[in-house]
T-cell receptor, first 116, second 111 residues
Framework: EAGVAQSPRYKIIEKRQSVAFWCNPISGHATLYWYQQILGQGPKLLIQFQNNGVVDDSQLPKDRFSAERLKGVDSTLKIQPAKLEDSAVYLC??????????????FGPGTRLTVL | AQSVTQLGSHVSVSEGALVLLRCNYS??????LFWYVQYPNQGLQLLLKYTTGATLVKGINGFEAEFKKSETSFHLTKPSAHMSDAAEYFC?????????FGTGTRLQVFP
């Protein structure tokens, strides 16, 4: 079974530029997550989708970050404009159902963003 | 509110030695607990999880963890470290609607 795919793997941009990340979850997984992992910290949930609806975006900086999951399959996360503090690894994960407390989440390799 | 504390950001062991990575949690509801491993330049991979039932949980690659409610702990152990175990390990607690991760422990294994 194919895992969670993410692209690009690395991205370097200057502050105030925009950037987009793409994620394709495991086939059939209803729930998709985007995490931000700053160096030296654990992953922090940015947004969670159940099919194509948003379940939780309470920690998404909505003035600059946006995400969508059209047709309930793949997803894009966008940052516009980027700030220096957005430098991090952006992880996408998926899980089969909607039980976040108990479901195993399957992670992609992440996109490492550097903002100069 | 739920939270996770991982004691020790770095742990070093010799190959063949016992691995012990510490995790303490805070939870206002019965906790669901996870250990994930992250190898360099890769995403996180589930090692093991505790939901209900047996408090000693066995995972992949010879790791196991014991849920101790009285100590609010979920420490990860492996009897004999291997070079390939070098990675970052994250403990997480299942909140009512999300996973809360600890800050991670980097495990180094020396020959």
């Amino acid at each position: 079974e194919a895992g969670v795919a993410q692209s690009p793997r690395y991205k370097i941009i200057e502050k105030r530029q925009s950037v987009a990340f793409w994620c394709n979850p495991i086939s059939g997984h209803a729930t998709l997550y985007w995490y931000q992992q700053i160096l030296g910290q654990g992953p922090k949930l940015l947004i969670q989708f159940q099919n194509n609806g948003v379940v939780d975006d309470s920690q998404l900086p909505k003035d600059r970050f946006s995400a969508e999951r059209l047709k309930g399959v793949d997803s894009t996360l966008k940052i516009q404009p980027a700030k220096l503090e957005d430098s991090a690894v952006y992880l996408c994960a998926s899980s089969p159902g909607g039980h976040t407390r108990t479901d195993t989440q399957y992670f992609g390799p992440g996109t490492r963003l550097t903002v100069l | 509110a739920q939270s996770v504390t991982q004691l020790g950001s770095h742990v070093s062991v010799s190959e063949g030695a016992l691995v012990l990575l510490r995790c303490n949690y805070s939870s206002s509801v019965p906790p669901y607990l996870f250990w994930y491993v992250q190898y360099p330049n890769q995403g996180l991979q589930l090692l093991l999880k505790y939901t209900t039932g047996a408090t000693l949980v066995k995972g992949i690659n010879g790791f196991e963890a014991e849920f101790k409610k009285s100590e609010t702990s979920f420490h990860l152990t492996k009897p004999s470290a291997h070079m390939s175990d070098a990675a970052e390990y994250f403990c997480a607690v299942g909140n009512t609607d999300k996973l809360i991760f600890g800050t991670g422990t980097r495990l180094q294994v020396f020959p």
